[in-house]
């Protein structure tokens, strides 16, 4: 099972969000994070993040540049920053949303997504049953 943290997009007071608005970020490690970074960022529309991240690799390769670092450990650092990008990458989506108004609002359980969002929106059934 892989648990999932669900954000809630700013509504009105009294008004629930469109289901389809409700995202769905998966807490478990990225790969397509890791290999593809800043262009991630930009398909799943996290604009900041991508800049950031760019600035954070160019960082690493001006530094390296700079204090004529060999080639192997710039690739160790690279690869580093992949894998600390594929593990943290929802954590920056989410501090994305959240700049855009999104609220943290519960975590699911679910194999995949599709299964996440079942649970999610009959446990905001039964809540809605029992009120």
Do not use: C
């Not at 008004?15 to 398909?43: C, K, N, Y």
């Amino acid at each position: 099972m892989t648990s999932f943290t669900v954000h809630i997009p700013p509504t009105p007071p009294g008004q629930q969000p469109a289901p389809e608005q409700i995202v769905f970020l998966r807490d478990s490690f990225s790969p397509a994070a890791a290999a593809f970074g800043p262009l991630w960022f930009l398909w799943k529309r996290a604009w900041a993040p991508a800049i950031l991240w760019t600035l954070v690799l160019a960082a690493i390769a001006g530094v390296g540049a700079l204090l004529k670092v060999p080639v192997d450990a710039m690739s160790v650092a690279g690869l580093a920053a992949a894998v600390f990008l594929g593990f943290e990458g929802g954590r920056l989506l989410a501090w994305s949303l959240q700049r855009r108004g999104y609220v943290e609002s519960d975590v699911v359980l679910g194999e995949n997504q599709e299964e996440a969002e079942l649970v999610y929106f009959e446990r905001l059934r039964a809540a809605e049953k029992s009120a």
